[in-house]
């Protein structure tokens, strides 16, 4: 007689599951209905944002997800329609009470709905209402005291706000709305319409215009809150360098987060004063503020010495010689220094490499730096060895096969890995190889297998000096022994992998990509462009790649019906998927699809010439979870189709 197992407890499974993404949760959670159980704990809800479209198909969800006391959710094209109407008021009375945060981005509603949702949620911590004009143009929200009541009421714990691309917000609306968030953390005006240069009350300490947003009302603001003010974003503002230093120095402001990009009007003098005066910054980015000069990086390096991420993108009068100095920080996980077209990486690792380095860096954003090469990359390779997690290389356009090499020997903790635009990568890179020529060109026409031909030792690249004021050492033929004892990795060996991309890397076949793409964790992968790739590709990376959610596979010509068929059985986990321009795709494809991919929510088909609009209209007739296609320019079509 067979005897019963014990199901586990509870509080077991709930640890089990925390382990796991979202969509292993899913799965585990038909198991039984312990599990299922189990899976409705509000700590694992935490990082999971429910996204709802204006639509009938979602109100049994959100039915359903009043169980799961789901604490963040995001409505997306809600408007004045009926059904927008509908699915607020199912929110209200089935996921408002435990909402802790929420999203209306681009959305039309009106002020009584807004005013309606917002207090029926009593414990929101986050809201999100950038691009929500219609709230702000009649610049009537909140003027009555009994609505206002009731929102300070609902927002009294609220901690974040977003307000940004907000044309209409003035200082009347502004103030109406912040007077009911005493405890605000974290607000974001980004690219909203704020007059710095022109003060329009002359000194005068009422604030309440209805026509613009004034910095002197904003900075009324800040000194008010300054206590509880931990993060702000002033991005895409003509912000100027007294108005940085306003804000920076008021009394008793300890920001932890600051978002300054595309502020072209801010020079070296603002960060200058960033830097004195908020020395406990974490977070600071400066992506695409152009006037800085080196002089800013050694300000940020003298004095935010807990900073733990820095985005510098798109500063191009950024230097190599300057960056150096950052791995002084000991605090430093994260730094992007994508667009930078004057860096090359060299200083910044010999710095890494020097015994005064104390950084953690962990996230790495070379990205279009265009001077980027393969000792660089080697080198880095070497410095940061197992403690890289993210690194992006996108349009490093002169990185070749022994990058690759340098990658997948060394930096095997990597969960983010982008490769896209890096047109030299081959085969015999993924595989861990580097082709002489002659070998190259006898693979290239299928005359033989790959083979070791050179490795890193006679490439003529150095190692990282032991101290700054030393040469470069050549390696040497005991590197090389050395180097042949490791066993032979590629880029299978990247086992933690959950994001990879190879865009446009048009010198791969189907010879690396089924050997080598095969990660039981991976969730994103884009293959786009990489044209030589088949049917056989395909089936092999979803046979492998299980845990796949995001999927690029556009202008990948070769692509069939038959091979996208046999492999949707294994795409169980796919939301995103992208087949553009692959033109021998047809309507049985589709169907196939949707039967077998139950989670899909976004499908781009784009100029695939096998499809027409009639296809996609029933398509999404059949499937009204789908809420996101793109189905520009069809066969029998001329014009642009987005549905």
Known sequence: METEVPSLPVEVICYILSFLSTSDRKEASLVNTAWYAASLDRSLQKNVIYNFHASSACLESIRDLGWRQSPSVALRNFDGVPISNTVIQSIMLHLAPNLENLSLRGSYISES?????????????????????????????????????????????????????????????????????????????????????????????????????????????????????????????????????????????????????????ITDEAVSAICACQPGLTTLDLAGCSELMGKSVLAIVSSLQCLESLSLSRVRNITDSVLKELATIPTLQALDVSECYQVNGYDLIMGLASPKAGSKLSRLNFSCCTMVNDSCVFSMANVLGGRLRELDLTSCVYITDISVCAIVYHLRGLTVLRLGWCKEITDWGLQGMIASNNDSESYSKGDCEPELSRSFGNMGFFTPPKYLNEQPEVVTESDIEASKEQERASLSSLTRLKELSLTACTKLTDTSIIKEIRFEELRTLSLSMVREITDESFISITTHCRSLERLSLSHCSRLTDQGLIGAASHLKKLTHLDISCCDKITSQMLKVLMNECKWLKSLDVSMCGGLTVADIEQLQLLHPTLTNVQARCLGGDDLPLTL
């Not at 907000?166 to 974001?188: A, G, I, M, Q, W």
């Not at 910095?215 to 100027?240: D, E, M, Y």
């Open 113 to 265: 709905s807004f005013v309606s949702l917002i207090t029926s949620c009593h414990n929101l911590r986050g809201l999100d209402i950038t691009g929500c004009n219609c709230l702000f143009m009649s610049g009537i929200l909140l003027y009555k005291d009994k609505s206002k009541a009731m929102m300070a009421e609902a927002l009294v714990n609220l901690q974040e706000l977003n307000l940004s691309n907000l044309s209409y917000l003035s200082d009347l609306t502004f103030n109406r709305l912040t007077e009911c968030t005493p405890n605000l953390r974290k607000l974001s005006l980004a690219s909203c319409h704020i007059t710095f240069g022109f003060d329009p009350y002359r000194g005068m300490s009422v604030f309440n215009s209805t026509a613009l947003l004034s910095f002197s009302n904003i900075l009324h603001f800040i000194n008010g809150q300054a206590a509880t003010l931990k993060a702000l974003n002033l991005s895409r503002t003509t912000i100027t360098n007294e108005a940085v230093w306003s804000i920076v120095q008021v009394a008793g402001l300890c920001l932890e987060e600051l978002t300054l990009q595309h502020c072209r009007d």
